[in-house]
């Protein structure tokens, strides 16, 4: 029974690219969340989705960044024009409905 | 907004040594709080869920409880491969944030041969 997976696991960018993290769900979980680690500093909330819908999205920065959880495939975090700021791990968690949320081993970001 | 502070930042132990882990919350009614593990280089690792004041969870050497301010994760007789940083959550009754875990810093466990 696989777990959150998450890629790339490392994932180099020069400022200004495009970043996409992906996330594939445990089996049969229905719910998503991103969450963010700047070094030296905790877990931050950025969204939460459902198949097709963002429920949450008030951690999400305002410009730049996206997220998607298609019908089909992986939920997808999108990072447009990277800055050296964006440099961090990111998180994607996945739960059943009222059920505790598991986490992937992250993607860390770094902008060169 | 939902606030989560722990204590202590850093815990070293020797192995056997058992000690107490904090975690004080303020939240605007509490769904659930949440411990989590989670070693270098990997993603937070469940481990116990508390819904209401008074409650008491246990795994091998670890047991969780939990007041209306504050939880505590309690580690007996820990061994080396305790070491990791514990991550205390706290997830928010009703509306769309309910699906959002506020997290606090950590505390870094090392446990001493």
């Known amino acids: 029974n696989a777990g959150v997976m998450q890629n790339p696991r490392h994932l180099v960018r020069r400022r200004g690219q495009e970043a996409r993290l992906r996330c594939s769900p445990m089996k049969g979980h229905s719910h998503v969340y991103w969450y963010r680690q700047l070094p030296e500093e905790g877990l931050k909330f950025m969204v939460y989705l459902q198949k097709e819908n963002i429920i949450d999205e008030s951690g999400m920065p305002k410009e730049r960044f996206s997220a998607e959880f298609p019908k089909e495939g992986p939920s997808i975090l999108r990072i447009q024009q990277v800055v050296r700021g964006d440099s961090a791990a990111y998180f994607c968690?996945?739960?059943?409905?009222?059920?505790?949320?598991?986490f992937g081993d992250g993607t860390r970001l770094s902008i060169l | 907004e939902d606030q989560v502070t722990q204590s202590p930042e850093a815990l070293r132990l020797q192995e056997g040594e058992s000690s107490s882990l904090n975690c004080s919350y303020t939240?605007?009614?509490?769904?659930?709080l949440f411990w989590y593990r989670q070693d270098p280089g990997k993603g937070p690792e469940f481990l116990f869920t508390?819904?209401?004041a008074g409650e008491e969870k246990e795994k091998e050497r670890l047991k969780a409880t939990l007041t209306k301010k504050e939880s505590f994760l309690h580690i007996t007789a820990p061994k080396p491969e305790d070491s990791a940083t514990y991550l205390c959550a706290v997830q928010a009754a009703g509306g769309t944030s309910y699906g959002k875990l506020t997290f606090g810093q950590g505390t870094i466990l090392t446990v001493h041969p």
């Open positions: 939240v605007s009614g509490l769904r659930g």
């Open positions: 508390l819904y209401s």
């Open positions: 968690a996945s739960s059943l409905t009222d059920q505790p949320q598991h």
